[in-house]
């Protein structure tokens, strides 16, 4: 059965196989979680995601983990929040339910989670959560960890609401 914890932290310095990056559909830098992600993993991460051609959004595509602690990272594109009338919450439980499967493929058994699209890309925080938690629960997965790191404490008690 899948182990979930949530936890505060920086997710670049997580202790995992593989964390997740919120990426954009070019695989680019960005900003937030993203931005933090490809600065602590150094300059062959840009080449790694140039060459992977971009990825759509509610799936998910895995580069190495460079300079990370994490032997790979899983880049997952989020949905942009319109008011959750065209399909937001489909997308978003996509891109969580493709990141199991990828960590599945590359044989990890921890995965550690952002909020994702909850930045800049505007998803409400506890309705992010709910979709993010129901996904990873109901997954058939290998993963035995998901650690869901928290960048701040209202995000922190979301899922830890969620969790309990």
Do not use: Q
């Not at 920086?10 to 070019?26: E, G, H």
């Not at 830098?29 to 971009?54: M, N, S, Y």
């Not at 509610?58 to 300079?67: I, R």
């Amino acid at each position: 059965m899948i182990r979930l914890e949530a936890v505060r932290g920086d997710i670049t310095t997580a202790s995992v196989d593989a964390i997740v990056n919120a990426a954009n559909t070019a695989l680019a830098p960005g900003g937030g979680v993203c931005g933090a992600i490809f600065a602590a993993a150094g300059p062959g991460l840009r080449e790694a995601c140039a060459a992977l051609g971009g990825c759509a959004t509610g799936d998910a595509k895995a580069t190495p983990g460079f300079g990370l602690p994490a032997r790979w990272i899983i880049h997952a594109v989020g949905p942009v929040w319109h008011g959750g009338h065209v399909g937001e919450p489909a997308a978003l439980a996509s891109a969580y339910a493709r990141c199991l499967a990828v960590a599945d493929g590359l044989g990890a058994r921890s995965v550690a989670f952002p909020a994702i699209s909850t930045g800049i890309y505007g998803y409400p925080r506890d309705a992010a959560t709910d979709v993010a938690v129901d996904t990873v629960r109901a997954a058939d997965t290998e993963v035995e960890l998901v650690r869901f790191v928290c960048f701040d404490p209202p995000t922190l008690a979301a899922y830890e609401r969620r969790l309990a």
